[in-house]
């Protein structure tokens, strides 16, 4: 890690952080959270809710369940500000403390704001920059598309994802840095640094960073065309509805003292949190959080077809999504919610990658969820190199750059496998050490 950063970052921790206290759900400060509440909301009406749902998925590995889920019918704003300094492209970040972080302190985008941070319904301070983003008229916008949230925990919940370059020199205030490129896209070989909300954005560069990505190539395994297709035709097949239910009528779901879990111990709790912060827009409050069981796994299985990257990607189904399927990773499970049970189909491709030697692996390095509204929620990141193996229904070859144009539109790639192509970004990037093993290490 570059001193100069690590002094930066460290002496931020001094200023900007977090301190939270698990509570009970019902003694959740501004909270409905009672015991026979149908949702837990704030007493704003604002912000988010926790509520249950009930998702049929006709013909899928699970056919039918029930959920609480996070309900924020916001379109929020996750952008990065980028100015060219002596040639090379810099990225405007911030240093933030998330309740939900397990270390505290990320990196985080120059501008991560709900509407309701934005429009002032938590009273608190005004957000940086975020006048770039809302008026970007005169700037070059590179990226500026919505895209969704973990489908398996939040209902249709959407995210501005926008990268603006501007050309003047606009001061860093404390709290913020100006990072080259390649200096951020290699902090992501460090566990639990870079946020999940900055790995959306990044993943929103053009691939290889400054260059269009080819809508059709002969040394390409399908065509732009070929893989639009073969998601809309999914879209069109598959038969997923889901419907709302009050929390205590979700099957194999328990309401405790302490938070809602399921009767199997597998999945996630949905907590209490009290908050004390410095360095952010308000100082103290309560929310209930997603609290997951196990570290997430979420891989990219990578070959060269004809000596052009590619990645398997898999149309993934999850409740919380806007158009039915997204593009997801490879392989993204919980391994121990599988290990807990016995006789469950493990996912396909899981053994292929938890058994890959060292010298297969190119990426793997702990990094932690959105943590506002998820506690303690982290996913190891893996990427293998593997030979160019057939494509089991559902799973196709794509290259990165194919990624990235889908990524020009909403609704497309999951956030899970934004995270992992801003992982590939790193693996790429010159100044990164493109194809050196990016193992995790400690921040």
């Known amino acids: 890690m570059p001193s100069a950063f690590r002094h930066w970052f460290e002496d931020a921790r001094k200023s ?43 013909g899928g590995p699970v056919e039918h369940w029930d959920q ?16 060219r300094i002596d040639g090379e492209l810099h990225c405007l970040m911030q240093a933030k403390a998330e309740p939900g972080n397990i270390n505290g ?25 975020l006048r770039y983003f809302r008026e970007a008229t005169g700037h070059r916008i590179i990226a500026d598309s ?55 954005v990044l993943a929103c560069l053009p691939f290889p960073p400054d260059e269009p990505a080819p809508e059709s190539s002969p040394r390409v395994r399908s065509g732009t065309a070929e893989i639009l297709s073969w998601i809309t035709e999914a879209r069109s097949r598959i038969e997923v509805t889901t419907e709302r239910l009050p929390l205590p009528q979700l099957a194999h779901w328990r309401r405790g003292p302490l938070s809602i879990g399921h009767e199997s111990g597998r999945f996630f709790d949905v907590i209490g949190v009290r908050v004390k912060a410095a360095g952010r827009e308000v100082a103290e409050w309560g929310q ?21 990257l590619h990645v398997l990607v898999q149309q993934r189904v999850e409740p919380g999504f806007v158009d039915v399927v997204e593009l997801g990773p490879t392989v993204q499970c919980t391994p121990c919610d599988h290990d807990a049970a016995p006789g469950c189909e493990r996912p396909p491709f ?28 982290r996913s190891r990141h893996l990427i293998v ?9 559902g799973y196709r070859w794509t290259t990165p750059a194919q990624l990235s144009a889908l990524l020009r539109h909403s609704h497309y790639v999951t956030m899970q496998a934004r995270s992992l192509l801003a992982c590939l970004h790193a693996l790429e990037h010159p100044a990164c050490g493109a194809g050196e093993p990016g193992r995790g290490e400690s921040s």
């Open 105 to 129: 302190l990320q990196l985080s985008p120059t501008v991560q704001a709900t509407r309701s941070n934005f429009t002032g319904v938590h009273r608190g301070k005004s957000v940086p920059y």
């Open 350 to 377: 899981l053994d292929e990658v938890l058994g890959a030697g060292p010298e297969r692996i190119l990426f793997d390095t702990v990094l932690s969820d959105e943590g506002g509204r998820l506690f303690h929620t």
């Open 288 to 308: 209930p959080m997603i609290a997951a069981h196990g570290t997430g796994l979420v891989a990219f299985l990578v070959t060269r077809i004809d000596g052009v």
């Open 68 to 83: 609480p889920i996070i309900n924020q019918p916001e379109t929020g704003i996750l952008g990065i500000l980028v100015r």
């Open 16 to 58: 900007i952080y977090t301190h939270v206290e698990r509570v009970p759900l019902a003694s959740v400060s501004g909270w409905h959270c009672d015991p026979d509440a149908s949702a837990l909301t704030h007493h704003s009406g604002r912000f988010f809710s926790v509520e249950g749902i009930r998702t049929h998925h006709a």
């Open 146 to 200: 919505r895209q969704s949230e973990q489908g398996s925990w939040f209902l249709r919940k959407r995210n501005r994802n926008m990268i603006v370059e501007v050309t003047a020199e606009v001061e860093a205030v404390d709290g913020f840095r100006w990072l080259p490129l390649g200096e951020l896209l290699g902090l992501l070989r460090f566990d639990d640094l870079v946020s999940m909300d900055s790995r959306s």
């Open 385 to 393: 190199e593997t030979g160019h193996l057939p494509e089991p229904p």
